[in-house]
Structure formats: C-alpha cells, structure tokens
C-alpha cells in the first residue's frame, strides 16, 4: 500500500529513528498495519545486547507510534504536512523478545479521535504471534494556515 518513499514523505523520522519498513493496509480513521524488518545491522543492537541481541521494548513501542502517526495524518484530510506529537502511552505490555531476523507486523486501530487528539491501540506481532501492544495518544500539530483546526 505505502512503500518507504511515501512513509518518509509523511513521517520527519530517518535513518536510525525510521522505524517503518512499510505500510500494508489502511483504513481511513479506523486502522493502518506496517512492517518493520529488523536487521542485525540496526545499531542498536551493538549494545543491546552484545552476544544476545534483543530489540528494545522502546523502540517496538515507537515502531508502532510512527505508525499511528501515518495513520492519524492520512486520515486527517488537509494535514499533511504537519507533525504528530505523541503524548502518551498507557497499558504497554512486552510478551516476546523480537531479534534480529524477525519481521514485525504492527497493527494500529483508532480507539478515539477528536481533533486534533488521538487515542490508539497498537500490536505488534512476529510470526503471527503478540510480542507486545500499548495504547498511545497523539496529537497532530496545530493547523499553521487556520490554528482553529
């Protein structure tokens, strides 16, 4: 559906902060699912940890907030362009490890939207098994051309 090029269009993150490798599927306002590959080449692996590499919960946790972020901004019509802050996170959960080699499918659903706030619930799966879900709350930047919105 969305490949790097299009993420990067959206998202200010890049390379080692990017964390969405794709995205899968989308439905306007209600959910988005992306991949991320993770490679032992991610530096953060140099230290976490040498001799057993182990994704940090962390950066599952951002994985899934850029995600929400192409989410709420491709359902906002007339937002693009503009920044997601992420305000929040409640009720976050780590049930597997995530190494080097695995692929993660991260899925993100709305739970609540008024503009211009977020609530979000995101979980990630490997080999169609939960590792790990939180809620997040966002908040996209304040309309520049009309600060109502």
């Known amino acids: 559906m969305m490949d790097i090029q299009e993420i990067m269009a959206i998202l ?35 230290g976490h940890f040498p001799g057993h590499p182990i994704m940090p919960g962390v950066l599952i946790i951002e994985a899934m907030a850029q995600i929400g972020g192409v989410l709420a901004v491709k359902s906002a019509k007339g937002r693009e362009g503009q920044l997601v802050y992420f305000l929040g996170i409640d009720k976050a959960k780590f049930r597997k490890p995530v190494l080097p080699g695995d692929q993660l499918r991260i899925e993100v659903e709305v739970l609540h939207q008024r503009p211009p706030y977020w609530k979000l619930k995101g979980m990630a799966y490997v080999n169609d098994q939960l590792v790990s879900e939180a809620e997040l709350k966002a908040m996209l930047e304040k309309d520049k051309k009309d600060p109502e919105k």
């Open 12 to 46: 200010p993150h890049r390379y080692p902060f990017l964390l969405v490798d794709r995205i899968l599927s989308f439905e306007p306002g209600k959910k988005m699912v992306g991949l991320k590959n993770v490679s032992m080449n991610e530096p953060f692996f140099q």
